[in-house]
T-cell receptor
Framework: ETGVTQTPRHLVMGMTNKKSLKCEQHLGHNAMYWYKQSAKKPLELMFVYSLEERVENNSVPSRFSPECPNSSHLFLHLHTLQPEDSALYLC??????????????FGPGTRLTVT | GESVGLHLPTLSVQEGDNSIINCAYSNSASDYFIWYKQESGKGPQFIIDIRSNMDKRQGQRVTVLLNKTVKHLSLQIAATQPGDSAVYFCAPRAVFISNFGNEKLTFGTGTRLTIIP
């Protein structure tokens, strides 16, 4: 198993709910990422944090709000989601930014269903 | 947006045979590529990478070939085993920084490799 954990593993929420996804990495990495993986669609990069600063916000709707309180933890706060937001949300970390050639380590993902 | 890592969706291979998974990309500026393996219920896992100044790289039971002229990569798995069943993605490094101007770079949908006993 990787050194990146995600909770919860499964989440069902209504469109009016507010929930948060949590990611924790135990690898001493400085960069963390959120990805969305929808059925039959490519993996999409959502947010990138380096040394707790957001360096990438990939045109993601404001109903998704990331938070990186320290280099080991990353959250994705969810509110007023739509059914099309149902997907697998993957967290990843790397020693430094993957754009510089550093390998990413992925967590197992949170399977989100919006009803 | 620009898509990268275009794959055939499925591939079935007899156990013990060699597997070849192909990937086409469209961003000619890509200089570094990674192959990932994603098993059911898990996140993607790094397999092997290759830089654009190479045309071949070998790992344990895996070989990646890069043809920059036609923007094509392949992942070869020798003596395929049941544990190789997964979805395989290729991704240029550029996909991780994304958002070049109006472009939104993404992984492909991957190839699902099924091993026939």
């Amino acid at each position: 198993e990787t050194g990146v954990t995600q909770t919860p593993r499964h989440l069902v929420m209504g469109m009016t709910n507010k929930k948060s996804l949590k990611c924790e990495q135990h690898l001493g990495h400085n960069a963390m990422y959120w990805y969305k993986q929808s059925a039959k669609k490519p993996l999409e990069l959502m947010f990138v944090y380096s040394l707790e600063e957001r360096v990438e916000n990939n045109s993601v709707p404001s109903r998704f709000s990331p938070e990186c309180p320290n280099s080991s933890h990353l959250f994705l706060h969810l509110h007023t989601l739509q059914p099309e937001d149902s997907a697998l949300y993957l967290c990843a970390s790397s020693q430094a930014l993957a754009a510089l050639g550093y390998e990413q380590y992925f967590g197992p993902g949170t399977r989100l269903t919006v009803t | 947006g620009e898509s990268v890592g275009l794959h055939l969706p499925t591939l079935s291979v007899q156990e013990g045979d060699n597997s070849i998974i192909n990937c086409a990309y469209s961003n000619s500026a890509s200089d570094y590529f990674i192959w990932y393996k994603q098993e059911s219920g898990k996140g993607p896992q790094f397999i092997i990478d290759i830089r654009s100044n190479m045309d071949k790289r070998q790992g344990q039971r895996v070989t990646v070939l890069l043809n920059k002229t036609v923007k094509h990569l392949s992942l070869q798995i020798a003596a395929t085993q049941p544990g190789d069943s997964a979805v395989y993605f290729c991704a240029p490094r550029a996909v991780f920084i994304s958002n070049f101007g109006n472009e939104k770079l993404t992984f492909g949908t991957g190839t699902r490799l099924t091993i026939i006993p």
